[in-house]
């Protein structure tokens, strides 16, 4: 008995927390683009959308490189992928201490970053999808959860070498702790055999199934049907949209608050701020879906994150940047947790890896536009009025898409009468 009580097994709480720290170590070090753009910037007189370019093309390499990470994670396992994407992304870090120009920017921080952390972000969400029944929105929260820490700790920790050595042996020391913690991390995740074990630890026989079916019938069918089908179209879509959003901020939210004449060491502190809200976001979100399910929560948390932007028109202290940012990192945290889920919900554990890796590659192309059109938006008008703009509509759009996922039909009780078999065996 007090094993069934258990949320999860010793096994299932060691891949959590070495999702964990990849996670923790994928999106801190996507977030420091805004610590590093303005030293940058100012050492090779970039203008900011050639600089804020090098981000896109990183999105760009994660939403090309993601479906195929996700299709050899179902094929080969998590943790060959995941031992390539560590040697690519953790040498993308150590080279760029030798950028010169700016072909060298695109390549380390650009191609190199985006392809090795492709290979880390999706294997470790498809392999919490796959080894988990049971509670499993709060598993893909506090895995994710990861993310908001990471943010937390390397953004400050960034600003800080940066401050005090400069942003060349900043990169040289980002690339060493890097490799310290991933290496350990992705070795550790070891698949559970679900046959065996239940979602509480608990043995348990081939048959016995602890969720209802997907709720979309072509998840049994091949890629060719589902991508024919309207659902697929409306989540990579929200998926997009939702990340042109945040990435305006991701990138800009630094520089937005230093031209409102915050000091740049305070600006800075807003992206650890902004992971502190992501941290958040993961956790509650992860366990709201458990209760209301992936669609509603997912709307919610991109309600959260959509209507924290326009106050950035008109905040000008620390403070209150410190809020938007903390709510902004909320909602971005939040739909971190449930796009997965979603996936899992929707779509069943089969194809996770390369159906997750399709919704990664909307959300990578969404992240490379809103990025690169934030620092575009900015030099065509000379401030930020219209990139936070640009924000706002389309995070606006990606509350529509999500109206339109179908929802879960129950059934009624003569259903369930006439399918005892579906009901948990014991």
Not at 74 to 80: A, C, E, L, S, V
Not at 167 to 174: H, N
Not at 347 to 352: D, L, M
Not at 359 to 382: E, K, R, V, W, Y
């Amino acid at each position: 008995m007090e094993q069934r009580n258990r949320l999860f097994s010793p096994g299932q709480w060691i891949f959590i927390v070495s999702a964990f720290v990849l996670m923790g170590l994928f999106s801190g070090l996507n977030f420091l683009f805004g610590v590093f753009l303005n030293p940058l910037v100012d050492e090779f007189a970039w203008n900011r959308s050639t600089a804020s370019a090098a981000y896109s093309l990183n999105m760009f390499m994660i939403a090309f490189c993601s479906m195929i990470a996700g299709g050899f994670s179902d094929k080969f396992g998590t943790r060959p992928v995941l031992i390539v994407g560590i040697l690519i992304a953790g040498g993308s870090l150590l080279l760029s201490f030798f950028i010169q120009n700016l072909w060298h920017y695109f390549l380390f921080t650009g191609v190199m970053a985006g392809t090795g952390r492709a290979a880390i972000a999706t294997p470790v969400q498809a392999f919490i999808q796959r080894n988990l029944n049971r509670h499993r929105g709060l598993a893909t929260g506090l895995a994710g959860s990861g993310t908001g820490l990471g943010i937390l700790i390397l953004a400050p920790l960034t600003g800080f070498f940066i401050s005090n050595h400069g942003w060349r042996l900043s990169y040289l020391y980002l690339g060493v702790i890097f490799f310290v913690f991933a290496v350990p991390a992705a070795l550790s995740l070891k698949p559970q055999r679900q046959s065996m074990t239940g979602g509480d630890g608990s043995k348990q026989s081939p048959a016995r199934q602890e969720e209802p079916d997907p709720i979309l019938p072509e998840a049994s069918m091949g890629m060719r049907e589902i991508l024919k089908r309207r659902p697929f179209w409306m989540i990579i879509s929200s998926h997009a949209t939702d990340c042109m959003c945040h990435s305006v901020l991701i990138v800009h939210l630094v520089p937005i608050a230093i031209e409102a004449g915050i000091p740049h060491l305070q600006a800075a502190g807003l992206v650890g701020v902004m992971g502190l809200g992501t941290l958040i976001g993961r956790i509650s979100m992860g366990v709201l879906s458990d209760r209301i399910g992936s669609k509603w929560a997912l709307f919610t948390t991109l309600t959260t994150q959509t209507l924290a932007v326009p106050f950035l028109f008109w905040i000008d202290s620390t403070y209150a940047f410190y809020a938007v940012a903390l709510v902004v990192g909320v909602g971005m945290g939040g739909h971190g947790t449930m796009y997965p889920v979603v996936t899992r919900e929707y779509y069943g554990p089969k194809k996770i890896g390369l159906l997750f890796g399709a919704f990664i590659t909307g959300a990578s192309s969404g992240m490379a536009t809103g990025g690169f059109m934030g620092g575009l938006l900015h030099d065509l008008s000379g401030n930020y009025t219209l990139s936070i703009l640009f924000s706002f509509l389309t995070g606006f759009a990606s509350l529509f898409f999500v109206l339109s996922y179908p929802s879960r039909v129950k059934p009624s009780r003569k259903e369930e009468v006439a399918h005892p078999a579906a009901q948990p065996a014991g």
